[in-house]
T-cell receptor, first 114, second 109 residues
């Protein structure tokens, strides 16, 4: 079964609204989680590293104020897309390492902004 | 940062063998991963290499040469269900995974 759970799987929202995506590690603690975005037929682009108890680290070009990340506990990280616009429509995926080599991905969230 | 290159597409016949190459340039290296991704789904883990050499796992094998910045994923006895995108990913010292653009493998009967 899944060891990293992501919710929701898909969401449609109106332009200007905010959407929260949750990522949970189910049977292990993850001090660090990663958020990716993937456009159709493209690879995963790392957006940010979520750190439990501290601020997230964002990749170059990713707007911190637009993509809010909160890692409130050792098993939960959230990504909030604020004031969403159609160009934010994408597939968002989180991941976490269990141990040193096992990297698990959530199921992904398909966001459509209309 | 990381610079990861892999071919865009490959086509092979059912039962055949396909080798997907990946070259990388990295400022720090802490392992190379291969993932399989079907359209619309999240990636699933296939293999992990951190030392030079070949890792074999069933029909899939992965090779790494750190000095050459090179890896390949070998898929044997291809099945139709192996049609997917295969992603090469390099992990740096901060545990961040950077992905190549992916190689779309099409298996034909």
């Amino acid at each position: 079964g899944a060891v990293v759970s992501q919710h929701p799987s898909w969401v449609i929202c109106k332009s200007g609204t905010s959407v929260k995506i949750e990522c949970r590690s189910l049977d292990f603690q993850a001090t660090t989680m990663f958020w990716y975005r993937q456009f159709p037929k493209q690879s995963l682009m790392l957006m940010a590293t979520s750190n439990e108890g501290s601020k997230a680290t964002y990749e170059q070009g990713v707007e911190k104020d637009k993509f809010l990340i909160n890692h409130a506990s050792l098993t939960l990280s959230t990504l909030t897309v604020t004031s969403a616009h159609p160009e934010d429509s994408s597939f968002y995926i989180c991941s976490a390492f269990r141990g040193n080599t096992e990297a698990f991905f959530g199921q992904g969230t398909r966001l459509t902004v209309v | 940062g990381q610079n990861i290159d892999q071919p865009t597409e490959m086509t092979a016949t059912e039962g055949a063998i396909v080798q997907i190459n990946c070259t990388y340039q990295t400022s720090g290296f802490n392992g190379l991963f291969w993932y399989q991704q079907h359209a619309g789904e999240a990636p699933t883990f296939l293999s992990y290499n951190v030392l030079d050499g070949l890792e074999e796992k069933g029909r899939f094998s992965s090779f790494l040469s750190r000095s050459k910045g090179y890896s390949y994923l070998l898929l044997k006895e291809l099945q139709m269900k192996d049609s997917a995108s295969y992603l090469c990913a390099v992990r740096d010292g901060d545990y961040k995974l950077s992905f190549g653009a992916g190689t779309t493998v099409t298996v034909r009967a």
